[in-house]
């Protein structure tokens, strides 16, 4: 006789959400975070796009005249499309052979003061070389932004002036959604603050994300799985869709 199994393996996604850990009592997760990761102190936000955004409005109210921001032509669509909400230019920069860094002999072309930002990315395990951007924008006087939005944990954050990253399904350590953002200065995080306590509250934004999280931590497991994604997916495959 044939055994039905209700089970389908979730991608990995980090440490699975357990709908205890809706109840944590007294723990601030960003102090969590800083002590675990020994970073700065960090503002939390509903995304990395989002702590993309908050950073890079925070630099443009300073820099009114500086409306460029350098990345690699290779990285996550987010990316650009945070810097289009904000109104500034995306210039793409090559990345080098064999690698998703830049290939700094192009970046060097492409620096002057017009630029805002450049963000060096951790894309997919690899650290990006902050300090050779470092050696090439300091005379124009240039923000560099991490992208570290798949590098919390790892050994990063330590060269940039701003650091993202994101919590999102999929990157390293997730909780569904959400973002974090700090800076090398208190007065940087400072107007970062700042910046994020100018952005609207929504509380429809607020429900909407509570119950997607709900569904995740009901779904996002082996018996979920396969009642949510399983089923639908099998049906599909016999008709050969
Ligand atoms: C995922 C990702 C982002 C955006 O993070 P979200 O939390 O998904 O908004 C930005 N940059 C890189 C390199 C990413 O992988």
Redesign the pocket.
Known sequence: MKIKHYHENPPTAGLPIRWHDWFARNKDLSKCIEALFNLPPLSITC????A?VVALKTLAKDNPNRKCVIIPAY??P??ALAINHCGLKIILCDVAKNSFDFDFEKLALLLNDQVLAVIP?H?GGRIANVAAVKKLTISYNITIIE?A??ALGAEVGKEGDII?F???TG?GLTMY???LLTANTPELRQKIAETIRQIPRNIYWEIKRTIELAGYTALYNPLGLYFAYGIARRKALKKKI
């Open positions: 995304s990395g796009t989002i993309l990285t996550c987010l990316v990315t894309l992208d939005a798949q993202i994101s919590l999102a990157k959604e959400g973002g």
